[in-house]
């Protein structure tokens, strides 16, 4: 199963609207990463969360973890076109050597 | 400072030939990775090395697969005698130490006709 799984795994919305991404995960962590990447791209690194943070800015972005319920949000405000892209979560497990391990993903779309 | 960078970009095998896929992490990092992509699904760990040293293989396929990270030069992820199945996108993280930020590169497309 999953270590990572996303949700919602697609999500369509209006340029300047917010986007909220969520993603569970099972086992203890080190720190959570989410990425993007653009169709046929390589992955873009856009935040890393500790284990012991609870939340963390970056420009537009708003990154939360919750590991009592070993879960974390990404938030995207004011959603730009270029925005569009496939978003990723990636955990660390606790004693796995730093490997990541990626979710399925999310699609998101803003429209202009 | 470049960041990682994968080549070839695109790669084109035939079944039964070999591919060979380079790494060259970004300045300072002696951490390596190599993830697995095939359409429309997240990365899968294949690989962890540092230099001279595989630390940790548990998501290569036991046969026809092999990576190393020498002393000197990229690191190379080495595929024999491919199938049909092996055609996926292969991407390279590096990081300067364990429990950090691993930054990727652009990956390979290896296509097998």
């Known amino acids: 199963s999953q270590q990572g799984e996303e949700d919602p795994q697609a999500l369509s919305i209006q340029e300047g609207e917010n986007a909220t991404m969520n993603c569970s995960y099972k086992?203890?962590?080190?720190?959570l990463q989410w990425y993007r990447q653009n169709s046929g791209r390589g992955l873009v690194h856009l935040i890393l969360?500790?284990?012991?943070?609870r939340e963390k800015h970056s420009g537009r972005l708003r990154v939360t973890l919750d590991t009592s319920k070993k879960s974390s949000s990404l938030l995207i405000t004011a959603s730009r076109a270029a925005d569009t892209a496939s978003y990723f979560c990636?955990?660390?497990?606790?004693?796995?050597?730093?490997?990541?391990?990626f979710g399925k993903g999310i699609t998101l779309s803003v429209r202009p | 400072n470049a960041g990682v960078m994968q080549n070839p970009r695109h790669l084109v095998r035939r079944r039964g030939q070999e591919a060979r896929l380079r790494c060259s992490p970004m300045?300072?990092?002696?951490?390596v990775y190599w993830y697995r992509q095939l359409p429309e699904e997240g990365l899968k760990f294949m690989v962890y090395?540092?230099?001279?040293?595989?630390?940790?293989e548990s998501g290569m396929p036991k046969e026809r697969f092999s990576a190393e990270f020498p002393k000197e030069g990229p690191s190379i992820l080495r595929i024999q005698q491919v199938v049909r199945g092996d055609s996926a996108a292969y991407f390279c993280?590096?990081?300067?130490?364990?429990?950090?930020?691993?930054?990727f590169g652009q990956g390979t497309r290896l296509t097998v006709v």
């Open positions: 993280a590096s990081s300067p130490l364990g429990d950090a930020e691993a930054f």
């Open positions: 086992t203890s962590i080190n720190n």
């Open positions: 969360i500790r284990s012991n943070e």
């Open positions: 990636a955990t660390d497990a606790t004693g796995a050597n730093s490997k990541l391990t």
């Open positions: 300045k300072g990092h002696s951490h």
């Open positions: 090395l540092q230099k001279e040293n595989i630390i940790d």
